[in-house]
C-alpha cells in the first residue's frame, strides 16, 4: 500500500552518537518535512525540501542535517547526539502548494 | 507573535455538546488552511480543508475570515471519539510548506 514510512520507530542512544531516522514515501512528492513533537512546543519544522538536491532550513535545524539524493527518500541525521533531541519526530510529504501534507507514524528517540 | 496561533486548552466537554476552537494567523498572503487531528501518540491527520466560503463535514463546520485572519472550527452533537487534539495549520505562500499551530486538547466527557 502506498504511503509514508519511517524508520526506526523507536530507538535510544547515547549522548554523542549519530543518529540517521528513515523516511521513505511512494506518492512521489516534491516535498518532504521533518517535523519534532515536545510538549509545549507543538509540531516545529526541522527541515524541508522542496526536490529531490534541494534542502532548506524549517525553525529548528540546529543539530540536524538532511539529504534528498532521490526523491522518495529524505533520512534526517543527527550528528552528535544530545539529550534535547529526545523527542518524536514525524516525516510528512505533499505534493506541493495548497496540497495535503501525509504524515509517517512517527520515530520516538530518547537520548541518555 | 507565533505565525499560527490557537488556544492550547484543554476543553472539557460533556457528550452532545458544542464546541467551537478559533485560530489566527499572520501572514495576510496565506493560500490554504487545514484542520488537523491528533490522537495521543499518533501522527497529525487531515480533518478537513478550509475554504473561504466555508465547508460542513457532518457535524465539523469550517469558517474562514481572510479580513480578521481567522479560523474557526465548530464541532456539534461531540462524540467521545472527538477526544483528540486538533491542529490549525495554513500554507503562508506559495510553496507546499506548512505551517501548525500548537493545537488545541479537546477531551469529551460522558
Request: net charge neutral; hydrophobic share 30%; aromatic share 12%.
Amino acid at each position: 500500500d502506498a504511503g509514508i514510512t519511517q524508520s526506526p520507530r523507536y530507538k535510544i542512544t547515547e549522548t554523542g552518537r549519530q543518529v540517521t531516522l528513515m523516511c521513505h514515501q511512494t506518492w512521489s512528492h516534491s516535498y518532504m518535512f521533518w517535523y519534532r513533537q515536545d510538549l509545549g512546543h507543538g509540531l516545529r519544522l526541522i527541515y524541508y525540501s522542496a526536490a529531490a538536491d534541494i534542502t532548506d532550513k524549517g525553525e529548528v535545524p540546529d543539530g540536524y542535517v538532511v539529504s534528498r539524493s532521490k526523491t522518495e527518500n529524505f533520512p534526517l541525521t543527527l550528528e552528535s547526539a544530545t539529550r534535547s533531541q529526545t523527542s518524536v519526530y514525524f516525516c510528512a510529504s505533499n505534493g506541493g502548494a495548497g496540497n495535503t501534507i501525509y504524515f509517517g507514524e512517527g520515530s520516538w528517540l530518547t537520548v541518555v | 507573535r507565533k505565525e499560527v496561533e490557537q488556544d492550547p486548552g484543554p476543553f472539557n466537554v460533556p457528550e452532545g455538546a458544542t464546541v467551537a476552537f478559533n485560530c489566527t494567523y499572520s501572514n495576510s498572503a496565506s493560500q490554504s488552511f487545514f484542520w488537523y487531528r491528533q490522537d495521543c501518540r499518533k501522527e497529525p491527520k487531515l480533518l478537513m480543508s478550509v475554504y473561504s466560503s466555508g465547508n460542513e463535514d457532518g457535524r465539523f463546520t469550517a469558517q474562514l475570515n481572510r479580513a480578521s485572519q481567522y479560523i474557526s472550527l465548530l464541532i456539534r452533537d461531540s462524540k467521545l471519539s472527538d477526544s483528540a487534539t486538533y491542529l490549525c495549520v495554513v500554507n503562508p505562500g506559495n510553496t507546499g510548506k506548512l505551517i501548525f499551530g500548537q493545537g488545541t486538547t479537546l477531551q469529551v466527557k460522558p
